[in-house]
């Protein structure tokens, strides 16, 4: 790997704080009713947070207003475009912390895990991956549907990119803020194409959009074991087949993106080392920047 990007880890491995300020970045779209549960959950459960982004969907319940009256101190804005990937990408785009963590609203995201993942950065982690399918992980939630889809996807994701992420469409991960240029995430204030379409990245496709640049960064990635609860109130907004095939697309449009940043000759030596690093033993999920 080059010399340059190994300094450039290196210095910002030097400068992180053992004792990370945490900002929680909920997108919400009408979880009024699930706030009301998961914020106060969420402040018992890390009482030291640095901020609560909460980014709305244009919620038609009381969504806002909900998380203002509970949380007095919480950052709430409104997206400009649709999707939870454009939600998210408001979100980051306020962040001043130095972790970041993706917790939804719904109630599925068990606060008290916020310790582990935090414990994976500072451990040296770039990303903390939550997952469901690793060693203590688990989920209420997934249908045989679901999960088969996802084991497919973590096949393709896994051959593209020389990986090992058991659970690629898991939304509740986090990672160092230092590292959000990596992710290149489309200006998320610039209002969406007149006909509706969605821009890429900005639907649910966005866990792997950042799943695939922290790998083709070669970022340092870990996985956190998770459970993943029910929903508290309401129903998804995933479409698993037509979000499948999104994040499908995703992959394939995300390799040519890495082949493009000459991020390929790394990958392809990546899989070698991650292989070494699997027989090793070692926990780290991949160490693509060898
Ligand atoms: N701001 C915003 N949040 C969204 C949007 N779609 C989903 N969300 C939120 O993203 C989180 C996960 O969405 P959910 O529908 O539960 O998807 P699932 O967990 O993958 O089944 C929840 O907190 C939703 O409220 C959106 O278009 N905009
Ligand atoms: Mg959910």
Not at 110 to 125: Q, R, Y
Not at 200 to 218: K, Q, S
């Given at each position: ?84 990937g ?67 996807l973590?096949?393709?994701m ?7 992420f058991?659970?690629l469409c ?31 990245g900005?639907g649910f496709e966005i866990e792997t959009v950042i799943n695939c640049r ?29 979000d499948?095939?999104r994040v499908l697309r995703t992959i394939?449009t995300e ?36």
């Amino acid at each position: 790997m080059h010399h340059q990007s190994h300094e450039r880890a290196a210095a910002q491995h030097a400068q992180r704080p053992d004792r990370p300020r945490i900002s929680v970045v909920v997108p919400t779209l009408n979880e009024a009713r699930n706030l009301e549960v998961v914020l106060p959950e969420l402040l018992q459960a890390v009482p030291d947070l640095h901020e609560v982004i909460v980014v709305d969907g244009g919620s038609s319940d009381d969504t806002l207003e909900t998380a203002r009256r509970l949380l007095p101190d919480a950052v709430t804005c409104t997206q400009v475009r649709r999707g939870k990937g454009n939600a998210l990408a408001t979100g980051f785009a306020r962040v001043t912390g130095d972790v970041v963590v993706m917790f939804d609203a719904d109630g599925s995201a068990d606060p008290a895990e916020i310790p582990a993942f935090v414990a994976a950065l500072t451990a040296g982690a770039d990303f903390a991956k939550g997952s469901r399918f690793t060693e203590g992980g688990g989920s209420a939630d997934i249908t045989a549907v679901r999960r088969a889809g996802n084991e497919f996807l973590n096949t393709v994701m896994n051959r593209g990119f020389g990986t090992r992420f058991s659970d690629l469409c898991y939304g509740y991960n986090a990672f160092w803020a230092d590292q959000l240029p990596v992710l290149d995430l489309p200006e998320h204030e610039r209002p969406g194409p007149a006909d509706g379409t969605m821009l890429w990245g900005d639907g649910f496709e966005i866990e792997t959009v950042i799943n695939c640049r922290f790998a083709a960064a070669g970022v340092r990635i870990t996985e956190v074991p998770s459970v993943e609860r029910l929903r508290i109130f309401g129903s998804s907004n995933l479409h698993a087949v037509k979000d499948g095939m999104r994040v499908l697309r995703t992959i394939r449009t995300e390799r040519a993106r890495a082949r493009r940043s000459g991020h390929l000759d790394r990958l392809s030596r990546t899989v070698l080392s991650g292989q070494a690093v699997r027989r090793s033993g070692s926990d780290d999920l991949s160490r693509l920047a060898s």
